[in-house]
């Protein structure tokens, strides 16, 4: 073979290359001199060279022969179609470059298990049940195997055949020749869907398709604590896999009714009171409303002599429990009360004339300082800046 260049100069490399070193050489100049890229006229000869002197020096065996003899030691190994290694060595490389994939790894992974797909059931729930935790009944539809067939797609009594069209393989080859040698395309199976198998006799009740859809009616346990948004993931109950993979899991997003007298931010409740002049000056104590896990219930709520409009009264532990991220709670949050000192709109004769005498006791209006906090900054507070 005195016509051949040496494998090595071929590829622009020395003797003592890593296989690497080689298949770095080979990839540069396969993209340089591609027909698809090159449009030089003997581009397409020199791609062959390369690709020849590849399929050598990228096999242990096949490059130990070429060191000891020469084109001689391999020439029985490269007869027959110079691109016969096309798909399973040095084209399968060029083919990754230039798409992306191949077509080894998509007949591979056509069948290979995959997980099922996950479902959304979004579900709304009272303030009470959010702060506390409650089980709820949920319906939802999924898709399930056929009772009937049992997946087969088949009439029970009857059973899949093996395609006649791809033999079972679900994939249907085609080779065309080129100029640069044959050409293999493979598509999947018109016949069969890439299955592998022709059903005869559909199943009547899932009409072949070896799946039908359920109501599935299940009770969920939310766990105290939670909020709006807060979403819960229950394993297995999604849609269910492929080729034997394992079920998608089903996540229930909640949804909070707002409460008529609490908000709520984070472990921390808020509620605001209205009191009256005399109650705020003279202090006084009164009911308020609390959550419990029972119901609504009442505390008593101790305002001190002078109290203030805006001002923040705690009660400590009658907030939300603290959820941690394994399901379970430590301690609770505050309940924080705002009260707002009622000023009357109306006054009838005795109470203009009882304000009138204390007006005369007070004193005069006085300014206050730039950075005392008033009313509404008080409130901007206790609101978080909203």
Known sequence: MAGKRDYYEVLGVSRDSTPEEIKRAFRRKARQYHPDVNKDP?????????????????????????????????????????????????????????????????????????????????????????????????????????????????????????????????????????????????????????????????????????????????????????????????NGEGEPGVNGGPPGNLYILLSVRPHKYFRRRGDDLFLKIKINVAQAALGTTIKIPILTPQGESEADLVIEPGTQSGQVLVLKGKGVPRLRRDGTHTGYGDLQVMVEVEIPKRLTAEQRELFSRLAETLGEPIIPPANEKGFFERVLDWLGGE
């Open 42 to 234: 003997d581009a397409a000869e020199k791609f062959k060279e390369i690709n020849e002197a590849y399929e050598v020096l990228s096999d242990e065996r096949k490059r130990a022969a070429y060191d000891r003899f020469g084109h001689a030691g391999v020439d029985g190994t490269m007869a027959g179609d110079p691109f016969s290694g096309f798909g399973f060595g040095g084209l399968g490389d060029i083919f990754d470059e230039f798409f992306g994939t191949s077509f080894r790894t998509a007949a591979r992974t056509r069948h290979a298990p995959r997980r099922g797909q996950d479902l959304q059931y979004r579900l709304t729930i009272d303030f009470e049940q959010a702060i506390f935790g409650c089980e709820q009944e949920i319906e939802f539809q999924r898709t399930t195997t056929c009772p009937v067939c049992r997946g087969s797609r088949a009439e029970p009594g009857t059973s899949p055949q093996r395609c006649r069209t791809c033999q079972g393989s679900g994939e249907v080859r085609t080779v065309r020749q080129t100029f640069l040698g044959q050409m293999v395309n493979i598509t999947t199976c018109p016949e069969c869907g890439g299955t592998g198998e022709t059903i005869a006799t559909p199943c009547r009740n899932c009409h072949g398709t070896g799946q039908v859809r359920e109501t599935r009616r299940m009770t969920v346990s939310i766990p105290a604590g939670v909020d709006q948004g807060t979403q819960i993931r229950i």
